[in-house]
């Protein structure tokens, strides 16, 4: 499948962290409904985290294991994946996936986890690349003739489960960032020795992520804890909000040096910090950090999408993140159903449940008190 530029112009929506179950959060379900509607984008990319898939088998918390053999897994996953994934089909909107940390911590290996994903007729980029994951790879949008490649979509693998060790590791692997170069070169010689302009997409934020960032006085207003007793603040010079410590990956693999050696990225865009929403530029090249989307997580109000709006002309970008409120509109219905479906809501939602339950019991004691009154 060849993406192209319409009338100049390419719409990619970041999805990031929708992780859900084969019982899948129902607001999470309407807001992504209401913004492939009303977004109309060309690209969908799921940056990781796009099922709990950590979590099948124990689906429903403080239930016994329902998912107890590799078939029931197995089954179970269908269901999650196409839950998030068959909104986007019916829509017949091209879609990309990477994983996060919680996608594959189970008994099935990513290969076999990607053939769900292959299955769907919108799916691109699963097909097969040489960098030894096959969620590293990239996508070519060409121009609207299909003579020309005027932005590159990078989508790097940075969240790896070694099932031998069973052991999550959180990086790109060093062979991806080899892999990133000589593809990189090549894109470049085969458009005439210039770079193609490109934007990165990686699912756990990097090391370099902690340079947007600065301690700060606890009582500062938006301060968050961060290591050591020690509290953090987003730098003045960057857009958006932290709600959380940043939460990089583990090593340095030359990612950045790479980058900055191939000087076709114009941004590296992370998931994996729920709580964060925001934008940066270290050593010249743009970090943005999108919240999640799910409802069955922590997070905060930020919940949402992110979309990436590039001219053809210059290769330049607009991003913005459109919340849950933007998306679904403020109504007394809509809190309703955040609170209702949104993990860190849950005492709001104890303290409801428990309220309407007292008034109910009241109730049922003053009728019964007033009905054994008359029978006097
Ligand atoms: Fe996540």
């Given at each position: 499948?060849q993406l192209?530029?319409?009338n100049g112009?390419?719409?990619?929506l970041q999805?990031?962290d929708?992780q859900?179950?084969?019982?899948?959060?129902?607001?999470?379900?309407?807001?992504?409904?209401?913004?492939y509607?009303?977004?109309?984008?060309?690209?969908?990319?799921?940056?990781?985290?796009?099922?709990?898939?950590?979590?099948?088998?124990?689906?429903?918390?403080?239930t016994?294991?329902?998912?107890?053999?590799k078939?029931?897994?197995?089954?179970?996953?269908g269901?999650?994946?196409?839950?998030?994934v068959?909104?986007?089909?019916?829509?017949k909107?091209p879609?990309?996936?990477?994983?996060g940390?919680?996608?594959?911590?189970?008994?099935?290996?990513k290969?076999?986890?990607?053939d769900?994903?292959?299955?769907?007729?919108?799916?691109i980029?699963?097909?097969?690349?040489?960098?030894?994951?096959?969620?590293?790879y990239?996508i070519p949008?060409?121009?609207?003739d299909?003579?020309?490649v005027k932005?590159?979509i990078w989508?790097?693998?940075?969240?790896?489960h070694?099932?031998?060790?069973?052991?999550c590791?959180?990086?790109?692997?060093?062979?991806?960032v080899?892999?990133?170069?000589?593809?990189?070169?090549?894109?470049?010689?085969?458009?005439?020795?210039?770079?193609?302009?490109?934007?990165?997409?990686q699912?756990i934020?990097?090391?370099?992520?902690?340079?947007?960032?600065?301690?700060?006085?606890?009582?500062?207003?938006?301060?968050?804890?961060?290591?050591?007793?020690?509290?953090f603040?987003?730098?003045?010079?960057?857009?958006?909000f932290?709600?959380?410590?940043?939460?990089?990956v583990s090593?340095?693999t030359?990612q950045m040096?790479?980058i900055?050696?191939c000087?076709?990225?114009?941004?590296?865009?992370?998931?994996?910090?729920?709580?964060n929403?925001?934008?940066?530029v270290?050593d010249?090249?743009?970090?943005?950090?999108?919240?999640?989307?799910?409802?069955r997580c922590y997070?905060?109000?930020?919940?949402?999408?992110?979309?990436?709006?590039?001219?053809e002309?210059?290769?330049?970008?607009?991003t913005?993140?459109l919340?849950y409120?933007?998306?679904?509109?403020k109504?007394?219905?809509n809190?309703f159903?955040?609170?209702?479906d949104?993990?860190?809501?849950?005492?709001?939602k104890?303290?409801?449940?428990?309220?309407v339950?007292?008034?109910?019991?009241?109730?049922?004691?003053?009728?019964?008190?007033?009905?054994?009154?008359?029978?006097?």
């Amino acid at each position: 499948m060849q993406l192209k530029f319409k009338n100049g112009k390419f719409r990619v929506l970041q999805v990031s962290d929708p992780q859900d179950l084969q019982y899948v959060r129902p607001t999470m379900m309407r807001m992504l409904n209401k913004a492939y509607d009303d977004l109309k984008p060309d690209l969908i990319v799921l940056t990781g985290d796009n099922i709990l898939g950590n979590h099948l088998d124990d689906a429903r918390i403080y239930t016994p294991l329902i998912v107890k053999d590799k078939e029931s897994e197995k089954k179970a996953m269908g269901i999650a994946i196409d839950k998030l994934v068959s909104p986007i089909e019916e829509r017949k909107i091209p879609f990309a996936m990477i994983y996060g940390n919680h996608d594959d911590r189970n008994r099935m290996t990513k290969e076999e986890q990607a053939d769900f994903y292959r299955s769907y007729s919108c799916n691109i980029g699963l097909d097969g690349t040489d960098s030894g994951d096959c969620d590293t790879y990239n996508i070519p949008i060409y121009s609207e003739d299909g003579e020309k490649v005027k932005i590159n979509i990078w989508m790097l693998d940075s969240a790896w489960h070694d099932k031998e060790q069973d052991k999550c590791f959180e990086y790109v692997k060093p062979q991806a960032v080899e892999w990133y170069k000589k593809t990189s070169a090549r894109l470049k010689e085969e458009n005439g020795g210039e770079v193609v302009p490109a934007i990165m997409f990686q699912h756990i934020p990097m090391l370099e992520t902690l340079e947007l960032i600065e301690e700060c006085d606890k009582n500062y207003e938006g301060a968050v804890p961060g290591p050591d007793g020690k509290f953090f603040k987003l730098k003045d010079e960057c857009g958006g909000f932290l709600g959380e410590y940043v939460s990089a990956v583990s090593e340095k693999t030359g990612q950045m040096e790479a980058i900055k050696e191939c000087g076709d990225v114009k941004a590296v865009v992370f998931g994996h910090d729920h709580g964060n929403c925001f934008t940066g530029v270290v050593d010249g090249i743009q970090f943005i950090q999108t919240p999640c989307t799910s409802f069955r997580c922590y997070g905060n109000r930020k919940r949402g999408v992110r979309v990436f709006d590039i001219d053809e002309s210059t290769g330049e970008f607009e991003t913005f993140v459109l919340t849950y409120d933007d998306i679904v509109g403020k109504s007394l219905w809509n809190d309703f159903c955040y609170l209702w479906d949104a993990d860190d809501m849950w005492k709001k939602k104890a303290a409801l449940i428990a309220g309407v339950a007292g008034a109910a019991v009241l109730g049922i004691g003053v009728g019964v008190g007033i009905a054994l009154k008359k029978r006097k």
